[in-house]
C-alpha cells in the first residue's frame, strides 16, 4: 500500500492549462479505472473532482479534466482561474478492499 | 443537503484510547459506505479505513490495521472510529466522507474534520 506518486507542485498563469500526473503501479492505478482527484482549498475539507479516471460531479467546470495511461493517471486544468490555486490530490483503489493516496500537489497560478 | 459532522477529538496522552463519531443526515445512510481519511498537520491524505452500508465488512489500512476499528449504527446514522494505543504518529485532522454509489472509493462528500492530537 505505497502511495501514489505526484509531483510535489505545479503551476500556470491564468488562462493557461497545466497537468498534474499520478503514478502508481499496476496494483492500483494499473489495474482499476477507479481513480479519484480531490482539490482542497487551505483550511478546508477534500472536495472530489474527478471519479472513474474522467468523470466529473455535477457542478465541477469541465476545465477539469481526467485521464490514464498505463500505470499513471493524469489530471489536467484548463483555462487556469486564480481560484484553481489549492492542493490536488489523486487516489485509487488498490485491491483487496484497499485505497491509496498520491502526497500531494500543490497548484499555483501565477 | 448532504453533512458528515465528526466530533470527539481531542488532546490525548499516549498509549490512551479514543473513539471519534461521525453523524450523518441529507441522505440514506444505510445506503452508503463510509470511509475515514486523516491528514496529519502539513501533510497529505492518507485513507484509514472503510465500512460497507450495512455494517458487516470493513476494510483497514496496514497502517492502522488491529488498533483502528470502525463500525457504524444505522439506527442513528452514525459512524464510529475507535482508535487505540494511540502513537504520536496518530496527530492528524480525521475525515469521515462518504463512498460513491456507484464507485466504492470514490468519496463524494467530505465532514470539515476532526482534530485528533496525541501527546503526553
Same mark, same amino acid.
Given at each position: 500500500?505505497?502511495?501514489?506518486?505526484?509531483?510535489?507542485?505545479?503551476?500556470?498563469?491564468?488562462?493557461?492549462?497545466?497537468?498534474?500526473?499520478?503514478?502508481?503501479?499496476?496494483?492500483?492505478?494499473?489495474?482499476?479505472?477507479?481513480?479519484?482527484?480531490?482539490?482542497?482549498?487551505?483550511?478546508?475539507?477534500?472536495?472530489?473532482?474527478?471519479?472513474?479516471?474522467?468523470?466529473?460531479?455535477?457542478?465541477?467546470?469541465?476545465?477539469?479534466?481526467?485521464?490514464?495511461?498505463?500505470?499513471?493517471?493524469?489530471?489536467?486544468?484548463?483555462?487556469?482561474?486564480?481560484?484553481?490555486?489549492?492542493?490536488?490530490?489523486?487516489?485509487?483503489?488498490?485491491?483487496?478492499?484497499?485505497?491509496?493516496?498520491?502526497?500531494?500537489?500543490?497548484?499555483?497560478?501565477? | /443537503?448532504? /453533512?458528515?459532522?465528526?466530533?470527539?477529538?481531542?488532546?490525548? /496522552?499516549?498509549?490512551?484510547?479514543?473513539?471519534?463519531?461521525?453523524?450523518?443526515?441529507?441522505?440514506?445512510?444505510?445506503?452508503?459506505?463510509?470511509? $475515514?481519511?486523516?491528514?496529519?498537520?502539513?501533510?497529505?491524505?492518507? $485513507?484509514? &479505513?472503510?465500512?460497507?452500508?450495512?455494517?458487516?465488512?470493513?476494510?483497514?489500512?496496514?497502517?492502522?490495521?488491529?488498533?483502528?476499528?470502525?463500525?457504524?449504527?444505522?439506527?442513528?446514522?452514525?459512524?464510529?472510529?475507535?482508535?487505540?494505543?494511540?502513537?504520536?504518529?496518530?496527530? &492528524?485532522?480525521?475525515?469521515?466522507?462518504?463512498?460513491?454509489?456507484?464507485? $466504492?472509493?470514490?468519496?463524494?462528500?467530505?465532514? /470539515?474534520?476532526?482534530?485528533?492530537?496525541?501527546?503526553?
Amino acid at each position: 500500500q505505497s502511495a501514489l506518486t505526484q509531483p510535489p507542485s505545479a503551476s500556470g498563469s491564468p488562462g493557461q492549462s497545466v497537468a498534474i500526473s499520478c503514478t502508481g503501479t499496476s496494483s492500483d492505478v494499473g489495474t482499476y479505472d477507479y481513480v479519484s482527484w480531490y482539490q482542497q482549498h487551505p483550511g478546508k475539507a477534500p472536495k472530489l473532482i474527478i471519479y472513474e479516471v474522467n468523470k466529473r460531479p455535477s457542478g465541477v467546470p469541465d476545465r477539469f479534466s481526467g485521464s490514464k495511461s498505463g500505470n499513471t493517471a493524469s489530471l489536467t486544468v484548463s483555462g487556469l482561474q486564480s481560484e484553481d490555486e489549492a492542493d490536488y490530490y489523486c487516489s485509487s483503489y488498490a485491491g483487496s478492499d484497499l485505497g491509496v493516496f498520491g502526497g500531494g500537489t500543490r497548484l499555483t497560478v501565477l | /443537503q448532504v /453533512q458528515l459532522v465528526e466530533s470527539g477529538g481531542g488532546v490525548v /496522552q499516549p498509549g490512551r484510547s479514543l473513539r471519534l463519531s461521525c453523524a450523518a443526515s441529507g441522505f440514506t445512510f444505510s445506503d452508503y459506505g463510509i470511509h $475515514w481519511v486523516r491528514q496529519a498537520p502539513g501533510k497529505g491524505l492518507e $485513507w484509514v &479505513a472503510a465500512i460497507w452500508n450495512d455494517g458487516n465488512k470493513e476494510s483497514y489500512a496496514d497502517s492502522v490495521r488491529g488498533r483502528f476499528t470502525v463500525s457504524r449504527d444505522n439506527s442513528k446514522d452514525t459512524l464510529y472510529l475507535q482508535i487505540n494505543s494511540l502513537r504520536a504518529e496518530d496527530t &492528524a485532522l480525521y475525515y469521515c466522507a462518504r463512498g460513491h454509489s456507484t464507485s $466504492w472509493h470514490t468519496l463524494d462528500y467530505w465532514g /470539515q474534520g476532526i482534530l485528533i492530537i496525541v501527546s503526553s
